[in-house]
């Protein structure tokens, strides 16, 4: 006999309508799918199985939706389906539900992570693969506001492409980093533990991940999306961090995973100290334990630029970034405004140095207070002759914020303090 519920008034707890925003635009993230194979999403319809997204272009080859909190996954038609209880034989998954899950995976553990971010979503249609130049649709889709973005596709996009596309971005005064992951089952140790032909000389914007949750039971769920990085993780830690913080701090952003593994189905337990060392080495970034701890944490926050470079973790990119947003902020008012020069010498008066210094630092003040940076300062040559040039040369140089990526102990006995 079916059961038959009783009469009641039931309720269901909303979150987000409040609109509380997050304290600054650096929890603003992006999510990027590509590839998920012809016909297994349909948008943009009441017959589609994925709901509210805005049609990224005319063709339309993408789809994208902000996510405030998770709760709105299943407004968008995002759900989980256990293996077992899928639509296909004997409760089989279908390629659609695989998907369904893989998207629900990674936005849910965005906000698992930081639970006060804001996350753009964009999927690709059909089996139409991620591009850098997606980078640039969803930044503007955001109205510039991205600082992190993650990429989830088949395949490994060329670094120096994603850099170009982002130094693009940058000059267009819309910066951010990004983090790809891709469809590591064909990888092999050797493979990754040999030459990373992504690390070059600028490719600072840009990130690989290839650490995930080797759980069983979520491969299980996901399928072949199971051989991707835990995209949604680690851009939730870097929304989550100060820009000055790197992902890879043990006390603040403990991942939780359940098996941490490799992309490539290699759990960490049984990969070697030695190989580890060689795809730390390698400037990938993935999912480590501590011994006497029983979480786990990434090792680090590579760029693909040079370990010699200033910008060779995430951490040094953000913290450039905000502050070239923050100064561009402060002076924008005063573009095109009047210059007081010096009646004898045509050069800048000791009055309007002063004041478009302090006006340049103020939004590094406020990283500086915030823990951001450990000083800097801004200068201005006052001998500069804008009448001709029109132009105001404006100096910075910050002191950035040190991580403490080692430590070495020198412990010993002795028979006296």
């Given at each position: 006999m079916a059961r038959k519920e009783l009469n009641d008034i039931r309720f269901k707890k909303g979150n987000g309508g409040m609109g509380r925003p997050s304290a600054s635009k650096d929890q603003v993230s992006g999510l990027i799918f590509?590839?998920?194979?012809a016909s297994v999403l349909t948008f943009g319809s009441s017959a589609g199985n994925i709901k509210g997204f805005d049609a990224a272009d005319s063709t339309p080859s993408a789809y994208i939706r902000r996510f405030t909190y998770v709760e709105e996954l299943a407004d968008a038609g995002i759900v989980w389906t256990k293996s077992g209880n899928g639509s296909g034989t004997s409760g089989a998954l279908t390629d659609a539900e695989k998907a369904k899950n893989a998207l629900y995976y990674h936005i849910s553990e965005f906000f698992r992570i930081n639970p006060n971010g804001t996350l753009y979503v964009m999927v690709k249609a059909g089996a139409t693969a991620a591009a850098a130049a997606d980078l640039e649709t969803i930044q503007v889709y955001a109205g510039g506001e991205i600082r992190q973005c993650g990429i989830f596709n088949s395949t490994l996009l060329t670094a120096s492409g994603l850099q170009t596309q982002l130094a693009s971005l940058e000059a267009a005064h819309m910066p951010m980093s990004a983090v790809i992951t891709y469809n590591g089952s064909s990888e092999e140790m050797s493979d990754l533990t040999g030459t990373n032909s992504s690390v070059a000389a600028g490719n600072c914007n840009v990130s690989i991940l290839i650490g995930c949750d080797g759980d069983a039971d979520l491969a299980a769920d996901l399928g072949d999306y199971a051989f991707y990085g835990c995209i949604g993780a680690c851009i939730g830690a870097v929304s989550k961090a100060l820009v000055s913080e790197s992902i890879a701090w043990v006390e603040k952003f403990p991942l939780g995973l359940k098996e941490p593994a490799l992309f490539n189905g290699n759990l960490?337990?049984?990969?070697?100290?030695?190989?580890?060392?060689?795809?730390?080495?390698?400037?990938?970034?993935?999912?480590?334990?501590?011994?006497g701890d029983a979480d786990n944490y990434f090792n680090d926050s590579h760029t693909c630029d040079l370990d010699s470079s200033d910008y060779a973790y995430i951490e040094n990119e953000r913290t450039i970034d905000k502050a070239c947003r923050g100064i561009r902020q402060k002076l924008l008012p005063h573009l095109g405004s009047p210059l007081k020069v010096n009646a004898t010498t045509g050069q800048l008066s000791v009055d309007t140095v002063a004041f478009l210094e302090t006006e340049a630092g103020k939004a590094l003040e406020e990283m500086e207070k915030a823990g951001e940076?450990?000083?800097?300062?801004?200068?201005?040559?006052?001998?500069?002759n804008v009448l001709s040039t029109g132009t105001v040369e404006v100096v910075?140089?910050?002191?950035?914020?040190?991580?403490?990526?080692?430590?070495?102990?020198?412990i010993?006995?002795?028979?006296k303090l």
């Amino acid at each position: 006999m079916a059961r038959k519920e009783l009469n009641d008034i039931r309720f269901k707890k909303g979150n987000g309508g409040m609109g509380r925003p997050s304290a600054s635009k650096d929890q603003v993230s992006g999510l990027i799918f590509g590839g998920f194979g012809a016909s297994v999403l349909t948008f943009g319809s009441s017959a589609g199985n994925i709901k509210g997204f805005d049609a990224a272009d005319s063709t339309p080859s993408a789809y994208i939706r902000r996510f405030t909190y998770v709760e709105e996954l299943a407004d968008a038609g995002i759900v989980w389906t256990k293996s077992g209880n899928g639509s296909g034989t004997s409760g089989a998954l279908t390629d659609a539900e695989k998907a369904k899950n893989a998207l629900y995976y990674h936005i849910s553990e965005f906000f698992r992570i930081n639970p006060n971010g804001t996350l753009y979503v964009m999927v690709k249609a059909g089996a139409t693969a991620a591009a850098a130049a997606d980078l640039e649709t969803i930044q503007v889709y955001a109205g510039g506001e991205i600082r992190q973005c993650g990429i989830f596709n088949s395949t490994l996009l060329t670094a120096s492409g994603l850099q170009t596309q982002l130094a693009s971005l940058e000059a267009a005064h819309m910066p951010m980093s990004a983090v790809i992951t891709y469809n590591g089952s064909s990888e092999e140790m050797s493979d990754l533990t040999g030459t990373n032909s992504s690390v070059a000389a600028g490719n600072c914007n840009v990130s690989i991940l290839i650490g995930c949750d080797g759980d069983a039971d979520l491969a299980a769920d996901l399928g072949d999306y199971a051989f991707y990085g835990c995209i949604g993780a680690c851009i939730g830690a870097v929304s989550k961090a100060l820009v000055s913080e790197s992902i890879a701090w043990v006390e603040k952003f403990p991942l939780g995973l359940k098996e941490p593994a490799l992309f490539n189905g290699n759990l960490i337990k049984n990969v070697s100290v030695a190989d580890r060392e060689l795809l730390n080495g390698n400037r990938y970034i993935f999912v480590v334990t501590h011994t006497g701890d029983a979480d786990n944490y990434f090792n680090d926050s590579h760029t693909c630029d040079l370990d010699s470079s200033d910008y060779a973790y995430i951490e040094n990119e953000r913290t450039i970034d905000k502050a070239c947003r923050g100064i561009r902020q402060k002076l924008l008012p005063h573009l095109g405004s009047p210059l007081k020069v010096n009646a004898t010498t045509g050069q800048l008066s000791v009055d309007t140095v002063a004041f478009l210094e302090t006006e340049a630092g103020k939004a590094l003040e406020e990283m500086e207070k915030a823990g951001e940076l450990s000083g800097y300062k801004a200068e201005i040559d006052p001998e500069q002759n804008v009448l001709s040039t029109g132009t105001v040369e404006v100096v910075i140089k910050n002191v950035p914020m040190g991580v403490m990526r080692k430590v070495n102990v020198k412990i010993g006995f002795t028979t006296k303090l």
